[in-house]
């Protein structure tokens, strides 16, 4: 039984027709149209098992017919479908793009219902023939696309770390030794604690580290923790939960410990952490899992935490300063991170490299020092180590007008600079290298015409005071060490400092 314009009334209802009898009608008529107007459909059942499926839909996606994918689930063959979800929450999809292989159709999923409402199964359509106007929204998905994918690539690209342990430069036996140390834990994806003088080169390491891992294809995320306030460190390191506080993002923002995931956080400075935020970082690496700021949920973590400190974190253990047992789940692998001054060796090849990186940045030729000049930069103590040699040398490559630059006119640049480089070069070649005596530690000792740097004076009184405390403790260190008040570890390392025979 057909329907005709003059049928109907001004509502639209046949005279006499109820509009029961009208939608039995018409339903099938728009379906049929509906079907004929796009490029496929198909319909599933409560179990998201297909039903139907037209062949121009099968044609399209491969197939020989519509029968030969009756009775399948939907994502055995059309893994990008939603028509289970239409079915599991009974709300259309008016208008999707549905992924497949290299295309992306557009398409529209209704619930199908009994007459009691019940949903008793969906039916998808492919409006693909309709794509043409839909051409500006395509391109501009596509440009979206394509501008989330290098977002993407440069922020793993940001993410990756830059050094590998060769970067260390130094031939001396400590250098070869710390790099030796470092290879061996690259092998392990145990957590490392590398401890050293600021300027030393430990980001470096843990850069060199990670990149000889297991883990080096995963993200390398660093973190100063001295220079994020104490009230944003939780934040920083955990993530937030959306509105977690006043003023925070609507959105939810993942922590570095989450950004890290798959790779290595590299934690600087911890030693400045809070007791109150030790007590969170001891429990996520234990349980490699992290609850965000403001949220009641934890998230599984895969990451390798490399920590680095400058102070003793042993001697701040017994001061109550840092948690012991934190202390004992960051030191599995150790690592001392020599000074400058311990490989003054080194010194002619990291000057070389550092020039040669100074002229790419700068755009300039690289600068070139007499032997002179070499030789009166190995004497320096260099209390803040490569980073100071660094900026010297930079100030060098800005002041050097032409020709390879002399002790002499290093020397006025060292002059410039701060007081524990302030050497004049008549009084550098006589500095004293040699082991200073217990005897000889007395000020009125001292030649009055010789300045002397203010870190080699420090250097002078502590090797004074190891050397006493050792002669008045009979050669006992524990005892020495508890009288001077630092760890065992630490007296340790401060008589391989200074070449103290243990």
Not at 65 to 87: H, Y
Not at 216 to 222: K, L, Q, S
Request: net charge neutral; glycine share 8%.
């Amino acid at each position: 039984m057909g329907l005709s314009a003059a049928d109907l009334d001004e509502n639209g209802l046949k005279i006499g027709i109820s509009p029961e009898h009208f939608r039995s009608v018409a339903m099938p008529l728009l379906f049929d149209h509906l079907n004929a107007q796009c490029e496929g459909t198909v319909a599933v059942n409560r179990e998201a098992r297909i039903v139907w499926m037209s062949d121009k839909y099968a044609s399209k996606i491969g197939l020989a017919d519509g029968r030969s994918a009756l009775g399948r689930e939907i994502e055995a063959v059309l893994p990008s479908s939603r028509l289970r979800e239409v079915v599991d929450s009974g709300q259309p999809s008016l208008l999707d793009l549905m992924p497949f292989g290299d295309e992306h159709f557009v398409v529209t999923r209704i619930p199908l219902r009994a007459d009691d409402g019940q949903v008793v199964g969906a039916l998808g359509f492919v409006l693909f023939d309709r794509a043409r106007h839909l051409k500006p929204l395509m391109e501009k998905f596509g440009r979206l696309q394509a501008r989330l994918a290098e977002t993407e690539r440069a922020l793993l690209q940001a993410r990756r770390a830059r050094y590998t342990i060769a970067n260390f430069i130094g031939t001396s036996a400590v250098a070869t030794e710390i790099k030796r140390q470092a290879r061996r834990a690259a092998q392990l994806d145990a957590t490392v604690l590398l401890h050293g003088e600021t300027g030393t080169g430990k980001e470096l390491l843990a850069q060199g580290i990670h990149n000889l891992s297991a883990r080096a294809d995963g993200p390398f995320v660093a973190v100063n923790m001295a220079a994020v306030p104490d009230n944003l460190v939780e934040a920083e390191l955990f993530g937030t939960a959306p509105g977690a506080f006043t003023g925070a993002d609507r959105k939810a923002r993942l922590g570095k410990f989450e950004l890290a995931n798959g790779g290595t956080l590299f934690l600087d400075e911890i030693g400045d952490l809070s007791l109150p935020l030790q007590v969170k970082l001891l429990r996520v690496l234990q349980e490699q899992q992290v609850e965000p700021l403001g949220s009641n949920q934890v998230r599984p973590l895969d990451v390798r935490v490399i920590a680095a400190t400058h102070v003793d974190l042993e001697a701040r253990v017994a001061e109550g300063g840092f948690r012991a047992d934190l202390f004992y789940r960051l030191n599995v692998l150790s690592l001392r991170v020599p000074a400058l001054r311990e490989r003054r060796e080194d010194v002619r090849a990291l000057v070389e490299a550092l020039l040669d990186d100074i002229a790419a940045r700068s755009g300039q030729r690289p600068l070139e020092l007499a032997d002179d000049a070499l030789a009166l930069l190995a004497e320096q103590a260099w209390p803040g180590n490569v980073r100071q040699l660094r900026n010297l040398l930079e100030r060098a490559q800005l002041s050097a007008e032409h020709g390879p630059l002399d002790g002499a006119a290093l020397a006025a640049l060292l002059s410039t600079a701060e007081p524990a480089l302030a050497v004049p070069v008549a009084v550098a070649s006589s500095r004293a290298a040699a082991p200073v005596a217990l005897s000889e530690a007395t000020p009125d000792t001292l030649p009055g015409e010789c300045v002397v740097p203010l870190a080699d004076c420090l250097a002078r009184a502590e090797r004074t005071a190891l050397l006493a405390a050792l002669r008045a403790c009979g050669g006992n260190r524990r005892l020495a060490a508890s009288r001077l008040g630092i760890s065992r570890a630490g007296l340790y390392a401060k008589l391989q400092q200074h070449g103290i025979a243990r």
